[in-house]
């Protein structure tokens, strides 16, 4: 799994006209899954999100992480994080994991990021989605 973790403002994420998810303060995940991942890698995986320290204390140094904060997750399924750029301009996406295996595992990230009392909000896994985000700092971080 591969996962860039942007901290926002807000963000929120669109298919077609109408919003499907959307959150105030926290983190906007873009989430690929590979065809190695397994259900103890999403679980790892949504553990590091939760406790990414991201968030400033009152010293202004990264400490606080989603669950110090209250923060919320918005997390958006992306395969497109798994493609492979080695050979020539078009990139492959062999490693991807298949749809149905990629959809089971996203949900379990959200549910494992719900049951350490997270709020989610997720896209629409398979559709084409707009994501609109304000990144805070900047700050992103890629977590594999």
Sequence with gaps: MRAVVQRVVRARVFVG??????????LCV???VAETDDEATAERLAGRIAR???????EGK???SLLDTGGEALVVSQFTLIADTAKGNR????????PERAERLYEQVCEALRAVGITVA????GARMQVE???DGPV???LE
């Design 17 to 26: 006209d109408d919003v499907v998810g959307e959150i105030g303060p926290g």
């Design 30 to 32: 873009l989430l690929g």
């Design 52 to 58: 990414l320290r991201v968030f400033e204390n009152a």
């Design 62 to 64: 990264f400490d606080r």
């Design 91 to 98: 990139p492959s996406f062999s490693h991807a994991a298949p």
């Design 122 to 125: 997720t896209g629409t896994f």
């Design 133 to 135: 985000l304000v990144n």
């Design 140 to 142: 992103t971080i890629i």
